[in-house]
């Protein structure tokens, strides 16, 4: 069974990064629709649009608020993917298969080598650990750069029971106890580094600069039936159905 895509996005959002991924995703990726929440680049349209205002203080109320949105929509699948928009895929999937990266002990221990007076971020992970062993279930990460899926049901299920939980993917992959595969993390950080993965993921700066988006630019060369064409919205808008001028410039 295909689900629906979800991308996350901000109102402003503007960024070259997702059209690449949205052409990945068709030449590679079998899915129902292609959502968008929040933002809407104005020459990309999805196959649904769903507008949020994105209320909170922080990127994660943002990021949560407009998931929630997409927990309640009965219009989707009820199984649904999450992508980001610097998720590329390289190679057909034939398969629904969720991915964890190791333990989330062993991210903590490399987090605060590099970062060794800490993070909001190791204090999350450090409190979504405790939390997990404290309910005798699994600490695997599954905070991988990777597409994941959810049930709508479930997730929504998890908020209600424990809102304000954060590290999402990996509370709710623990806490159901999701089939997974162990895969290392794909994200592509330096400027010279094309990997030969089947899922790619990049930074700006390496998409903008760096070989790996030289690379997917090429690769992922033909655009999706997803970007607006310009000069023919543009016609269809000054055309009507019997050809006759509706207004002039």
Not at 223 to 249: A, F
Request: aromatic share 14%.
């Amino acid at each position: 069974m295909k689900h629906d895509i979800v991308y996350i996005l901000k109102n402003d959002y503007d960024s070259e990064e997702l059209r690449y991924s949205i052409r990945s995703v068709v030449q590679n990726f079998p899915y129902r629709k292609l959502v968008f929440v929040g933002g809407c680049p104005k020459d990309i349209k999805p196959d649904i649009y769903i507008p949020d205002l994105q209320e909170g203080a922080t990127k994660w109320e943002r990021s949560m608020h407009s998931l929630q949105l997409v927990l309640d929509n009965d219009e989707l699948t009820e199984d649904i993917w999450l992508f980001n928009d610097d998720f590329f895929i390289m190679d057909p999937v034939r398969s629904d298969v969720n991915y964890f990266s190791g333990s989330l002990e062993r991210q903590i221990i490399e987090m605060k080598q590099k970062h060794p007076r800490g993070s909001g971020y190791i204090r999350s992970l450090e409190s979504l650990r405790a939390s997990l062993f404290n309910m005798n279930k699994d600490t695997l990460c599954f905070a991988l750069h990777i597409p994941f899926l959810i049930n709508r049901v479930k997730a929504e299920k998890l908020f209600e029971e424990y809102p304000g939980t954060k590290m999402f993917r990996s509370f709710y992959g623990n806490y159901y106890g999701i089939d997974c595969s162990f895969m290392r993390d794909v994200k592509i950080y330096d400027l010279e580094t094309v990997p030969d993965t089947a899922y790619i993921s990049t930074t700006d700066d390496s998409f903008s600069k760096g070989k790996v988006g030289e690379f997917l630019r090429a690769y992922f060369a033909s655009p999706s039936k997803y970007e607006r064409n310009t000069l023919v919205e543009t016609i269809k808008e000054i055309y009507d159905e019997d050809g006759e001028i509706r207004y002039e410039n």
